[in-house]
């Protein structure tokens, strides 16, 4: 149960202290595992307790004829091709999953087909007037347009997560499947999977790359290399961490996406020049080096205090050069579609958490199912999250434009 403690002690939760704040802030000791807020489903949860999809319109036609030979395809199979854990269900998520597995160069332009018909519905109905009646039929309008807005708000999210998949596929990467014992392996063990580490590496920055780095030195500790030994983990520990993670990257992506541009106009903030930064670094680097790591399975988090054991980068030193108000708002999930994406994701990959809280408000973990998983398995799930909530960004400021997706501060 070494793995298991090293988890529950890697992030807590950290509730202000203003009993009218609804977020649930995460934290450990630095912006290697940053601050996020979150106001949804997903808090209470993985983080908290640990007819025809197009319409008729010019250019639509290949789309037709391409959904009508998936449609009968699809019918006479009976099942598809399993490339991510999560099972699209409306029908627009359903039609471009069977364009990820036939056509995927097509995703593309059937997602901006549908966004323009989103858009289109939604600008229709808001042109419509409510009756002027009361009573019966006011309530029954009400509902109608609120059935339609939920239906408008699953495609999208199917939208975005269709993308996210598309993304993988680009990098040649295949997501982790839902996790179980594999039949092949008599030990038990849930990563059947092939290693990816190297392709989900180069997806990102150098400077983000050390930052993730740096986060898996957080969760793993001394381990990081040790990618054949095996442990056996609460399920519930590894999907708080798997959704904490898919989190950092996201906010790692937005923090990276301005400090290139910063530096590719060289306005960086002062003392963020590459000379000065290795200097310091270099200065911090050898101060630190006879601290141990930030966890280790055995002990958890270090006490040392803020970034003890984490090795200094540029891109850490510029986040650290954010005021409070900055690093808040780079930090929080800026859509409802996102954090719905998130929570399902993880859902999928680990099912449903059984959380039963006792009288004492603690957590019951009579029911929690435990894994086994190799160091290197975990190691896998962590940047393949990183990856996914960097994606994530991405697909959301590419749909974000079509002004559909819905703010997190309107929950």
């Known amino acids: 149960m070494e793995a298991a403690t090293a988890i529950r002690s890697s992030f807590h939760i950290y509730r202000p202290s203003n009993s009218s704040a609804r977020s649930g802030v995460l934290i450990t000791n630095g912006p290697d595992f940053i601050p996020f807020s979150f106001k949804s489903r997903l808090s209470s949860r993985w983080i908290k307790h640990y007819p025809s999809v197009l319409h008729s319109n010019p250019g639509s036609r290949r789309f037709s004829a391409i959904g009508a030979s998936l449609s009968s395809a699809f019918e006479s199979d009976g099942s598809t091709s399993q ?13 471009l999953y069977q364009i990820l597995v036939s056509h995927p160069h097509l995703v593309p332009a059937a997602v901006e087909q549908q966004l323009e018909q989103l858009q289109t519905d939604r600008d229709a109905e808001k042109k419509q007037e409510e009756p002027s009646a009361s009573g019966t039929d006011l309530v029954l309008y009400r509902r109608i347009a609120e059935v339609k807005a939920n239906e408008r708000r699953k495609a999208l999210e199917e939208i975005l997560y269709a993308l996210v998949v598309k993304k993988f596929m680009d990098a040649d990467v295949t997501l982790v499947p839902t996790l179980a014992p594999s039949s092949s392996d008599s030990s038990g063990r849930v990563d059947s999977w092939a290693s990816q580490d190297e392709k989900l590496e ?32 609460s399920k519930l520990r590894v999907g708080q961490v798997y959704a904490a993670s898919v989190m950092y990257g996201y906010f790692l992506k937005r923090v990276d996406q301005r400090f290139q541009l910063e530096k590719s106009m060289k306005v960086l903030p002062d003392g963020m020049n590459e000379e000065e930064t290795n ?40 986040v650290m050069s954010f005021d409070a108000e900055t690093l808040q708002k780079y930090a929080t999930i800026r859509s409802k579609e996102a954090v719905s994406i998130i929570e399902k994701h993880t859902e999928a990959l ?33 940047l393949e999250a990183v990856t996914f909530g960097s994606f994530l960004w991405d697909v959301e400021s590419y749909v974000d434009s079509s002004s559909l997706v819905s703010s997190t501060s309107c929950l």
């Open 83 to 95: 490339i991510a854990p999560l099972r699209l269900e409306s029908p627009i998520g359903q039609f």
């Open 202 to 233: 180069q997806l990102h920055s150098p400077e983000a790359h050390e930052m993730i780095q740096n986060h898996l030195a957080l969760i793993l500790g001394n381990r990081v290399s040790d990618a054949n030994s095996v442990a056996q983990i």
């Open 279 to 318: 200097i310091e670094m270099r200065s911090q680097s050898q101060s630190d080096s006879s601290n141990p790591e930030v966890s280790s399975w055995s002990g958890g988090i270090s006490p040392g205090g803020f970034g003890h054991g984490i090795k200094p980068t540029r891109l850490r030193t510029y």
């Open 350 to 382: 680990f099912g449903r958490p059984e959380i039963v809280v006792t009288p004492q408000g603690t957590i019951d973990s009579s029911k929690d199912e435990l894994v086994k998983i190799s160091f290197g398995g975990l190691k896998r799930l962590v």
